[in-house]
């Protein structure tokens, strides 16, 4: 008998687990596959990896600028794939560490909810007081004729090939199709994107996700395109009422992901648009059984659902804790980066709140100026009006990725304008560009 | 007749003249050379354009591990000394262009306080309501015999050699001395450091400290050493008793900075060990006189210099405002960089306070992992054990300068574990490590 049963290994499941376990509770871990599941092994960390060899790749090859000169400047993609898989175990190890440490027990299997809220995996059956699903989500497939064609993957197929494709088209402008578009072109691959919508990455600023697709020049962009058929290695799409088509090696599905349920089916679970549906608790419909990360379908990203799993530990702890989503972060590792928190101008307006917004080009914060030249990285802040209060930061270029945590504390921690004014940035940073935008504001 | 006579053009004098003229002031600020003082023109901002520059250069060599590989990298430093003065000569305009938005008016002249407040720039009387002192620091050169030889150099002048030295002897271990060490050793300069303390960067975690120094590895340092004497390229020093040698093509002194206060003697303006005497509004002792910045010798930071300046013109406007030095961030910019905000652990001790104190490697971040390798990167929380209020952050590894602002927002918003906790970072970054040093306390 366990305190908790765990479905799933990945950022929400292991991070549960981890928590779980420093407060004294017997944990099992069920996972199917592998320990940090398709952030680490399959999505976040390894596209991360590469694109890091690819910045990597374009640094040594343009920083005359800079006083870097070199001849032949290559990419091993091998090599790149070789050091990201040695990140990927390393990781996986390092997961599994703390799953010891913490005396958190992992079963490799596929554990199966039972009406009587028990889990089945392989031959056994597993009691615990409660059970929190981290199933997560796997790439959804859009019902395009052809679509089962041998040239069509999806991500994770594509983070398994042995050599670099000459083509590559994405069906799908959001985070990952742009990230696999800024790693696969900026090492020579001619690539496509096919997207639905006006713009890409549709969570952005409008002006800011333009920049960054404005920005990977080398990239060709089909926007208003809705994706016909494909044949062979051929996508067809419409744009405009006229049909056009593009061809190329690899075709690489990103539409969306859909959550993992089927090891769900036997419970009367209530799902909302295809997701469990949770309340800030993290509980489900059915006492006892808790959801987090893809699963819920509610921001579906690996520190949501970290977080989650914290929550959803708290709450069977009898720890008041509850899920806000106010101030998550994201980050999209594209060349350049982007990154935001908070509501966009737009969703702000929206959601009826009176804003006020600020905004720093980031040419002229020093730092930048001297590590990009004149690029066209921007910082916008969005601020309730009548409160000062900060809602909103939105980062493009530079290390935006790793300035928007520090945003992140600002938007939790519901600091006004005036509050943020006295936080003293280190000169000459990037991150004083946040501090610009606020002062932009007066 | 001018609402505020702002002596010194720098981050302190710039940034009280922007402030000050967007609340309607009338504002003269006098420059004796070029507006952005030495941080901007002979400081922080070129060594950061160099620093980039032998980053991409270290990068172009050794990225083989990551996929990245390239023939004959050569570092130009002409062109990297290029591209500093362009970053310099655009910023300095920058900061001209604030000025002039904002309504101020720039004299280029040495302007020296009178006696009855007034200030004479050439052969000019200017009156003021208030006056703001911003005049800076310059090296303090020691009284070492032999220190007028011609290859000793300040800071000052190795930022305008022609070309590269083939060694280059430091005499100082503290930030100034160590970035240069970083830059020079890092583009293949012979780089010997001589420190009289046991260890550099005295302002650090010891343990941080040793990192860095131990991670330049082609640098030799000498600790626990006086320097005696110097005879044309030889500096003689003396270390446990015994006295040993380093000869060298130059001969930086980077031991300290003492106040500019030659235009400042006609006045009887209360000092403290040769710095200026201000409050917590920046008041000095005479009425309608402000002190802001290096002068002050608190905090020399061109960050703090700059929020000095928002304090001064606050305090003249009737607003509100007190500096505190709490929450000031502080960045070495190394190959590894470090940076810190608050108390370091000994502090903590030493002024009383009892802390408990949280670690965590950088290794174990997945995004470290990913640029870095096994590296020795950490980050170290330090927390009041009563309240569980932050109050010290140290980081040392990969972006740890754009980090600490992150940190300096925690420290300021005094925010306690629990708190700090319900942020959410986002994954995979290398900002996570603060979350996960927090977490490394219970």
């Not at 398994?160 to 696999?180: A, C, D, N, R, Y």
Request: aromatic letters at 6%.
């Amino acid at each position: 008998m366990y305190d908790i049963i765990i479905l799933g290994g990945g950022p929400g499941g292991y991070v549960a687990a981890e928590r779980a376990g420093q407060k004294g509770k017997k944990v099992l871990l069920i996972e199917k596959e592998t320990l940090g599941g398709v952030c680490l092994n399959h999505g976040c960390v390894p596209t991360k990896s590469l694109l890091h060899s690819a910045k990597l790749f374009k640094n040594a090859q343009f920083s005359g600028q800079y006083g870097v000169e070199a001849d032949n400047v290559s990419f091993n993609f091998q090599q790149a794939m070789h050091w990201k898989n040695t990140v990927v175990s390393t990781m996986v190890h390092g997961v599994d560490f703390l799953m010891k440490e913490h005396n958190v027990d992992v079963l490799y299997e596929e554990g199966t909810l039972l009406p009587d809220n028990s889990v089945q995996a392989g031959e056994k059956i597993y009691k615990a007081g409660s059970i929190i699903i981290a199933t997560g989500s796997s790439p959804s497939v859009p019902p395009i004729p052809g679509i089962d064609s041998s040239s069509v993957i999806t991500s994770r197929e594509l983070l398994q090939i042995q050599k670099l494709p000459s083509s590559l088209t994405i069906i799908g402008g959001g985070v990952i199709g742009m990230e696999f578009a800024s790693l696969f072109s900026t090492v020579g691959v001619k690539v496509s994107v096919i997207e639905m919508l006006p713009e890409v990455l549709p969570m952005m600023e409008d002006r800011m996700a333009r920049i960054v697709r404005t920005e990977m020049k080398d990239v060709d962009f089909y926007l208003n395109a809705k994706v016909d058929r494909i044949e062979n290695n051929t996508v067809f799409y419409s744009r405009e009422e006229s049909e056009a088509s593009v061809a190329s090696d690899l075709i690489l599905i990103a539409a969306g992901r859909k959550a993992n349920t089927g090891s769900l089916q036997k419970l009367n679970l209530a799902y909302r648009k295809g997701f469990l549906s949770v309340n800030e608790k993290m509980e489900t419909n059915i006492p006892g059984i808790y959801a987090i990360g893809d699963v819920t379908g509610k921001s579906m990203l690996a520190h949501s659902a970290s977080r989650m799993g914290e929550v959803a530990v708290n709450t069977i702890c009898d720890k008041r804790d509850r899920m806000r989503y106010n101030a998550i972060p994201w980050a999209v590792y594209t060349i350049p980066e982007a990154a935001g928190c908070g509501f966009t101008e737009k969703e702000a307006h929206e959601s009826g709140l009176n804003v006020h917004s600020g905004m720093f080009q980031m040419k002229n914060n020093s730092r930048y100026f001297a590590e990009h030249g004149k690029g066209r990285g921007m910082c916008k802040i969005v601020t309730d009006a009548e409160t000062g209060i900060i809602v909103g930061i939105h980062l493009v270029g530079g290390v935006s990725s790793e300035l928007i945590a520090g945003a992140a504390g600002i938007i939790e921690a519901e600091l006004r304008i005036e509050e943020v004014k006295q936080i003293v940035y280190p000169h000459p940073s990037l991150s004083e560009v946040i501090r610009d935008a606020v002062w932009s504001l007066t």
